[in-house]
């Protein structure tokens, strides 16, 4: 199995005056991935909201910040889930560089993120729904 | 009449890799003012919310960013509201730089923001509530 | 000639308290947008300070926000290049949605940025690079 | 020995699509009140930057993200630092709300974020400057 990856541009907007990816952002690079990898999986999370009331919070995440990113570098992020519970999975993510030929390079963040489904009012845990639960199972 | 403003810190979050202020910021830092001068006339936005089901839009923005603004110098931010209308206002904004001394230095960025009184839910223009037409145009 | 036009997805990051992308970040959208069309015409700006030590910096901004973003929607960015002179150019720019079946939707926002070209160290204007004019007066 | 607190508000633009703080926001107040722990022992990191040459990254953080944060909330941003050795210190950080009588009311977010002492230029691991590591050990 392999895991979904997703690639990120470095932007202007990401970085900071240290000349590197700010560290915050390393957390929306890895949420993109995230929605995208359920995406691909058919879980649109506004659609989530309409047909089931639930939402995915974030419930803590521990973050690596192994090597600076620079503007302009190619990026590609990682999901893995492990761990899946009724209303909580954690996944497992890196962010790695694409070097110019192509070929992945260093590792520049790890991350193991704690997702948790909650009622998109209450946001009270909520089982995950059954086709999403079967999603992140699912090791294809 | 004197302008209301509002001190505002530049972070590491606020700059990029050119060293200076990523200039989407001063956006955020004249919606903060903006939100410090209704607050210091006694309209709390999410109250609005709840009492009259309005919330307030940015409409449009024109904005001129004539100096840099870089990580650690203090700044503080104007608010002079002009053309007032039965759901718009546009609000005058400068970003200016303290100086060490404590007095007012350069004009960092300048901008021009229309806000609108919008439904909370449909998003299409509401008046203002009475009690913030009145704050808006008192010019104490 | 049709206008360079750049594929952007509205995240959770990107929105706010209000359901809808917040204002301030559409500026960002748009950067990514020049970004690449400046890669697509063989400019990279991370090469362009280390061979003319010049960055491009926007000096202002003039933005409609027209209609409400949403999370999860699709959108396309365009660049258009007008009034370039010696070390300033201006690039008029729309976001648009992208619908369900691929066709371009409303215009949610439409801006209309001055960029200049500016020393990395000293800030100040200098002119475009000689390949750099060429490929935005272009247009193919 | 009292932590250091720092008062932050929560604005739109920390919000999103959830009605809450977005989580990756409480990297940056966290990073505020820190950058105002050493700016209160003296220590500007600007400064530090022209003196000493050296900046301060992050290296990891764990975040607990326990209770959402919501838009107009007043929050208080602790910093404790600990386990401190020659070019890092671990900080412990809690972000509270402040009631409307005042008090202290839940912790939304904790955390514990590795600081290293790196070269301005190479980035690489360099001792704290005197000054700094004597600020940061004493516990007045």
């Known amino acids: 199995m ?3 990856r997703w690639p990120v541009r470095i932007y202007y907007e990401d970085t ?8 915050a952002n390393y957390l929306k690079f890895m949420e993109r991935a995230r929605t995208e990898w359920l995406r691909d999986r058919g879980v649109e999370q506004d659609a989530l909201i309409e047909s ?3 939402i995915f919070a974030v419930a803590s995440a521990q ?7 620079r503007f302009n570098q ?12 009724r209303a909580s999975v954690v996944i497992e993510q890196e962010v790695c560089r694409v070097l110019e030929n ?16 909650v009622d998109a009012v209450s946001l009270r845990p909520r089982p995950f729904p059954e086709n999403v639960r079967r999603e992140i199972l699912s090791d294809r």
Chains 1, 2, 3, 4 share one sequence.
């Open 102 to 117: 192509g070929e992945e390079g260093d590792v520049l963040c790890r991350g193991s993120v704690k997702i948790v489904c």
């Open 63 to 69: 973050m690596d910040f192994l090597r600076p990113g």
């Open 16 to 23: 900071d005056n240290g000349g590197v990816v700010y560290h």
């Open 74 to 85: 190619r990026l590609l992020v990682s999901v893995r889930p492990t761990l899946t519970r």
């Open 52 to 54: 089931h009331g639930v």
């Open 2 to 4: 392999d895991d979904f």
